[in-house]
């Protein structure tokens, strides 16, 4: 009875060792499965550390597009610049040819790119001071073009500078000696052309071939030669005190 237990004892013992090995061993293979883990885990990290930085240079590729901007490109060559550099009224006038107005043209919808004050302008750079007393326009036969014929008195001197209807080029420069004494005229007041022009075509209403500020006879007054079919009429109109009349 003795020995049995003895050996029983011993058997017992012996298998309680080898639990223990066993259980030893188990917890080894599980810390060897912890380290297994976590290397994936610093590769992991690693490889999301390489995405930030590639998205950095992301970024600074993005950077650099911006100081490329388009929008600064198209502003260089702004098209509005452009337009300006080649301003539309000027283009308009310098393609503009006599060949354009015949003497059948009618002055009240198809005038001529040089205007009143421009050719008066022009004919005081050319003279000089003086009292501007006749501005006229009038298709010259001669040279087959519209005309301003704009008289100035400078002194003694009586200039009559004859400019271009369509580029604004002076044609001539006639002067002569007078004792005449001129009063200067107004293209403004006391009436404007468009004021005068109206109460001329109130008379008679046709084509306009033809007009003249000027002072005569003791007054300014505007002169419009106007076509109603095969009649060509001369209406008169006070610029002071806006009387008409027709011859």
Same mark, same amino acid.
């Given at each position: ?21 066993? $259980?030893? =061993?188990?917890? #080894? +293979? !599980? *810390? &060897? ?5 976590? @290397?994936? /885990?610093? %590769? ?10 590639? $998205?950095? =240079?992301?970024? #600074? +590729? !993005? *950077? &650099? ?5 388009? @929008?600064? /490109?198209? %502003? ?10 080649? $301003?539309? =009224?000027?283009?308009?006038?310098? *393609? ?152």
């Amino acid at each position: 009875m003795t020995v049995r237990r003895g050996l029983w004892t011993r058997t017992a013992a012996l298998a309680a060792g080898t639990m223990l090995a066993l $259980g030893a =061993a188990g917890c #080894g +293979a !599980a *810390d &060897d499965g912890d380290t297994d883990t976590d @290397a994936p /885990d610093t %590769s992991a990290s690693d490889t999301d550390d390489g995405g930030a930085d590639e $998205g950095t =240079a992301d970024d #600074g +590729a !993005a *950077d &650099d597009s911006s100081d490329d901007g388009g @929008a600064d /490109d198209s %502003s260089d060559d702004g098209g509005a610049d452009d337009s300006s550099d080649d $301003g539309g =009224a000027t283009d308009d006038s310098s *393609d503009a040819s006599a060949d354009d107005y015949g003497p059948d043209t009618d002055l009240r919808t198809d005038a001529p790119p040089v205007a009143a004050a421009d050719a008066v302008q022009t004919a005081q750079q050319e003279v000089g001071d003086g009292i501007l007393h006749a501005v006229e326009l009038d298709y010259d036969e001669d040279d087959a073009a519209w005309q301003w014929d704009v008289k100035i008195l400078a002194g003694s001197t009586d200039h009559k500078v004859i400019i271009d209807a369509v580029s604004g080029d002076v044609v001539a420069d006639e002067s002569e000696e007078t004792d005449d004494q001129e009063q200067a005229v107004d293209l403004e007041d006391p009436m404007t052309y468009d004021d005068a022009l109206e109460k001329a075509t109130a008379e008679v209403d046709g084509e306009l071939r033809g007009w003249k500020l000027e002072y005569d006879d003791g007054m300014i007054q505007y002169q419009f030669d106007l076509t109603s079919g095969a009649d060509e009429q001369e209406v008169t109109v006070d610029a002071e005190t806006g009387d008409v009349t027709v011859d």
